[in-house]
């Protein structure tokens, strides 16, 4: 079985959105897929979904340093750690990073969310484009669409297919998959 865990000591950053995009794709292609909240957050929207013989374990963990991160990350065959293109999250984000890499030697995903087309997300993407540990990004715009999802308690591709949102979220999906050697969802054309 595969795990991903999806990490970041700030709370706020998409953690559980992003966990619950990641099961729903697996969801979509018929993998066997099981997903851990660990955060206890929002009982009623990503509330752990197991099953037997899942091919992959999604591991939503809580917004805050556990004594158990280290061994969550060690563990984990991919680690995605999402982050808001803000100044208050760079300090918890590159603390997240130093433990992860301390810890383990798992691909990482960053996965910036809420990126839009003004100066301080642009400033945090140069920045980012610097660090070395940086080589798997991934941009998930600012999106009604994403509101919606959760407000429907439903995965963003399934609300709005074509729109941005859902393209970034696909493209985290294959990304996080190709690493972790698991399928991914193929490009849907237009209809």
Same mark, same amino acid.
């Given at each position: 079985?595969?795990?991903?865990a999806?990490?970041?000591?700030?709370?706020?950053?998409?953690?559980?959105?992003?966990?619950?995009?990641?099961?729903?794709?697996?969801?979509?292609?018929?993998?066997?897929?099981?997903?851990y909240?660990?955060?206890?957050?929002?009982?009623?929207?990503?509330?752990?979904?197991? !099953?037997?013989?899942?091919? !992959?374990?999604?591991?939503?963990?809580?917004?805050?340093? $556990?004594?158990?991160?280290?061994?969550?990350?060690?563990?984990?065959?991919?680690?995605? @750690?999402?982050?808001? =293109? $803000?100044?208050?999250?760079?300090? =918890?984000?590159?603390r997240?990073v130093?433990?992860?890499?301390?810890?383990?030697?798992?691909?990482?995903?960053?996965?910036v969310?809420?990126?839009?087309?003004?100066?301080?997300?642009?400033?945090?993407?140069?920045?980012?484009e610097?660090?070395p540990w940086?080589?798997?990004?991934?941009?998930?715009?600012?999106?009604?669409? @994403?509101?919606?999802?959760?407000g429907?308690?439903?995965?963003?591709?399934n609300?709005?297919?074509?729109?941005?949102?859902?393209?970034?979220?696909?493209?985290?999906?294959?990304?996080?998959?190709?690493?972790?050697?698991?399928?991914?969802?193929?490009?849907?054309?237009?209809?």
């Open positions: 079985m595969k795990t991903i999806v990490v970041c000591e700030k709370g706020g950053t998409g953690k559980s959105v992003i966990a619950n995009e990641l099961y729903e794709s697996y969801v979509r292609q018929g993998v066997p897929a099981s997903l909240s660990l955060d206890g957050q929002y009982k009623d929207a990503s509330s752990s979904k197991k !099953v037997e013989d899942a091919e !992959v374990a999604i591991v939503d963990t809580p917004g805050v340093l $556990t004594d158990n991160l280290s061994d969550l990350v060690s563990g984990a065959d991919v680690i995605v @750690i999402p982050v808001r =293109p $803000t100044p208050n999250d760079i300090e =918890p984000f590159t997240t130093s433990i992860v890499t301390k810890n383990t030697n798992a691909p990482l995903v960053i996965v969310n809420g990126t839009n087309r003004f100066r301080m997300c642009a400033s945090f993407m140069a920045w980012l610097k660090k940086a080589k798997n990004v991934v941009k998930v715009p600012q999106s009604e669409a @994403i509101v919606q999802a959760q429907m308690q439903k995965s963003v591709v609300v709005d297919r074509h729109g941005a949102a859902a393209e970034a979220v696909r493209t985290m999906c294959r990304k996080v998959s190709i690493l972790a050697g698991l399928p991914f969802e193929k490009k849907q054309l237009k209809r």
